[in-house]
């Protein structure tokens, strides 16, 4: 291998993949060396490199007495390459042969006694094969070339699945119809462990439809607009049904087929773009409102790029011209087209006699928009934004309430405020009722150069930390007082920036929707109360959810119901303390509502608790609730990657724990800690055993509704805050904690 590490990692993974038990001779996890000179098969018989002291460890005798000598030349010999430096690193070969190790055991079935079926992909250097055993599969494909290859694959008969990369628990595009193309460096190779995407949490994005459907054609003549009333008809009723049921904004999917009527229209601009409001009844006789902006463009479908068919609603047709209708937010225009709406500050009335209402800041007057471009970002979310690169995020609401929105209330506050950390607020556009009552249509904001959100960042951080140091000797992990301290520094940001949110959204007394009010008795009452039977309702669902968990989780859950005429007088918020203001509030706290700009962070996402009427979502509360959001996220956050790295790491289970667990409660401690820190001195905000207090009955009411939404989503996942709510409420013992 001519001491090449690539080489070294890449005939390793070739043996681990391969079929039956792989064998590796002693010294070769960390690179040994051979002596060619002593001749058969001695060369690969000298004692073992332990450590850099005498006969690399192996022997405290005379060097002359051993039966074979020890390595000694400066690149293979025990000084420079022994068990003892390797182990201290984690970037060693040696912890990364452990990795390997750890992973291939998590999958000694598929790689020991599945199959394997070889692809033939056109380039040579590449060889591709995949293991299965049981429904599990394992795509393994190695690169024999000293350059880097592009190679693309036939996985047809995967389809639908998602490959996750499975040293670095990365996830990779799914695989559809079209050949996976991959790109490996040197002497590269991967591991996919190719996943069903059913069992794979919900921010893995949904296979792409690559089967067209069959379409609608919608016959336009003459000068005639695209939506006549014959065209309206077909839309209502052949079209708009099933194209609403499959986006994923479409709230209603229990129903068996979508119910719609256009309630309203607009044309936005002649020839460009409209919006269409659609009414959809459910099941249960309720009325969803939803605005879908459609635009014509006169290209056949057969010529419109992959990525822009999942929009399309019907094919068009004027005489010879062919065309199709497409959702707007998919063309690059759309989206500058509503700044210069917002920018000009116009007014279009509806088909229905309603004022359509775009209004701009002068922030957005100084935005240059000449010859820019939009794409979609994200995919299909409950909203659709739209990115101008650096410039401005336009986001289009789906569903729509009428309803002051509080993400275009406190945008506008925020910016006027002077709040440096969310993004410059650039304007609105709503639709008013005859009544004058704003239904939110599009909101838009500065783009701000980011890392990505800091839920995507916490967990990559924490599952390098993990990985890193899970393979490091106990006393080494022990003896590094500072572990962990460079995310910590970051968690300290995150709360100074929540406190300095909280300043500003406490700073305009003048201002009634805004204006800090003291918390009294009174709203401790009606908090508790309100908790009480929030809390009530949990703990039923849960008995009755209790026969389908799994033994674990059952056993977490019966001791929690166990307590259950106790939870509630834990709970209750002393009288009497100095409480400080109720104030507005983030109200959907967590790291994904945070993004990663260098060192610093900025907070987003103003819409409120989506489950809670639009209505509902102004309120003013204990600003403890969005610090009970972040906390409980960080745990979240320990939990996942614990979730993703324990199959390989289980013989190590305890350290690994040990690991993410102390990362959450240092991650936890630094945020809460500035937090206090930054309002020291403002009488706004509840200080010592007051804010304990409050922040004790907030954290636990944010787990007591992670239960619940896990209960009725993702029943797998409750463990997490039903443990949350268990250590919280009843905290063990610390003999017990330390034995476990």
Not at 1 to 13: G, H, P, Q, T
């Given at each position: ?13 070739l ?33 073992m ?34 068990v ?24 000694a079935?598929?790689?020991g ?6 692809l033939?992909p ?15 599969s ?16 036939d ?7 998602v ?6 628990r ?22 996919f ?110 010529d ?53 209402v ?8 100084e ?6 471009e ?102 080494e ?8 301290g ?9 709360g100074?920036?929540l406190a300095e ?22 709203d ?11 809390i ?21 859950a019966?001791a ?6 106790e ?11 100095q ?10 706290l ?26 509902d ?14 906390l ?55 200080r ?20 619940d939404?896990?209960?009725?989503n ?27």
């Open positions: 291998m001519d001491n090449d590490r690539r080489k070294i990692e890449l005939m390793n993974s043996l681990m993949s391969m079929p039956g038990t792989p064998i590796v001779y002693y010294g070769d996890e960390i690179g040994m060396g051979d002596n060619v000179y002593l001749g058969d098969r001695n060369g690969v018989r000298t004692p490199q332990w450590s850099p002291d005498r006969n690399g460890g192996f022997s405290r005798a005379d060097p002359a007495s051993l039966l074979l000598p020890p390595i000694q030349d400066p690149v293979y010999g025990y000084q420079a390459i022994n003892e430096a390797q182990a201290r690193n984690s970037a060693s070969l040696l912890n990364w042969m452990k990795r390997l190790i750890a992973a291939r055991r998590a999958r079935k598929i790689f006694r599945g199959t394997q079926r070889f033939y056109k380039e040579r250097p590449i060889l591709a094969y995949v293991r299965e055993h049981d429904g599990a394992v795509l393994c494909i190695a690169n024999l070339s000293r350059a880097a290859q592009a190679t693309s694959l996985l047809a008969a995967w389809r639908g699945r490959p996750i990369e499975v040293l670095g990365s996830r990779f595009p799914i695989i559809g119809d079209t050949p996976y193309t991959l790109t490996l460096p040197p002497f590269g190779f991967y591991w462990d190719l996943a069903d995407p059913h069992e794979l949490p919900d921010d893995i994005e949904p296979l792409a439809q690559t089967m067209l459907p069959e379409y609608v054609t919608l016959v336009v003549s003459g000068g005639t607009p695209v939506l006549d009333s014959r065209n309206r008809a077909f839309l209502e009723h052949d079209i708009l049904p099933d194209w609403m049921a499959a986006r994923r904004w479409f709230a209603d999917k229990a129903s068996p087929r979508a119910r719609a009527r256009i309630a309203d229209r607009v044309v936005l601009e002649s020839g460009v773009a409209g919006l269409v409001f659609v009414d959809h009844v459910t099941a249960d006789g309720a009325t969803q409102h939803y605005q879908v902006p459609f635009a014509a463009e006169w290209t056949a479908l057969s419109l790029p992959t990525p822009r068919l999942t929009g399309v609603a019907a094919k068009l047709r004027r005489g010879p011209r062919e065309g199709v209708l497409v959702d707007a937010t998919g063309t690059p225009i759309f989206a500058p087209m509503l700044l210069g709406l917002m920018r000009g500050n116009r007014e279009i009335v509806t088909d229905a006699g309603a004022r359509v775009a209004r701009g800041t002068p922030e957005l007057a935005l240059d928009l000449s010859g820019v939009a794409t979609l970002i994200g995919g299909e979310q409950s909203n659709s934004s739209m990115l101008i690169p650096d410039r401005a995020v336009v986001k289009l609401y789906r569903k729509i309430e009428p309803n002051l929105h509080p993400e275009i209330e406190m945008g506008r506050f925020l910016t006027e405020a002077g709040y440096a950390n969310t993004p410059t607020f650039f304007g609105s556009i709503e639709r008013l009722d005859e009544s004058g009552t704003p239904t939110a249509l599009a909101v838009a904001h500065r783009f701000v150069l980011n890392q990505g959100e800091a839920w995507s960042h916490a967990i990559g951080w924490l599952r390098r930390f993990v990985d890193e140091h899970a393979l490091l000797p106990v006393e992990i022990a003896a590094r007082p500072d572990i962990a460079e995310y910590l520094v970051l968690a300290a940001q995150m100074r920036r949110l909280h300043q500003a959204l406490a700073s305009r007394p003048d201002l009634p929707a805004f204006a800090p009010e003291s918390i009294t008795n009174d401790l009452d009606a908090w508790d109360a309100a908790r009480r039977t929030r009530d309702a949990t703990l039923s669902r849960l008995e009755r959810a209790r026969s389908s968990l799994d033994v674990h989780t059952r056993e977490i019966d929690l119901l166990a307590h259950r005429g939870i509630a007088d834990r709970l209750a918020v002393p009288r009497g303390g409480y400080g203001a109720k104030i507005r509030v983030h109200g959907d967590h790291l994904g509502q945070l993004l990663i700009t260098r060192d610093d962070v900025q907070i987003v996402d103003f819409e409120g608790e989506p489950a809670t009427p639009l209505a979502r102004r309120y003013k509360t204990m600003p403890a609730a969005d610090v009970a959001g972040m409980r996220s960080f745990d979240y956050a320990a939990w996942t990657v614990l979730r993703e790295i324990l199959p390989d790491q289980a013989p190590r289970r305890a350290i690994v724990e040990g690991l993410a667990f102390g990362w959450r409660d240092r991650a936890q401690a630094a945020f809460r800690v500035t937090y206090g820190e930054t309002l020291t001195g403002d009488n706004n905000f509840a010592g055993k007051a804010a304990t207090a409050l922040l004790n009955a907030a954290t636990i009411d944010r787990a007591f509704y992670e239960i939404y896990e209960l009725a993702r029943p797998a996942w409750a463990l997490i805050p039903l443990s949350g709510v268990l250590s919280l409420l009843f905290p063990a013992p610390a003999g017990i904690q330390d034995s476990q």
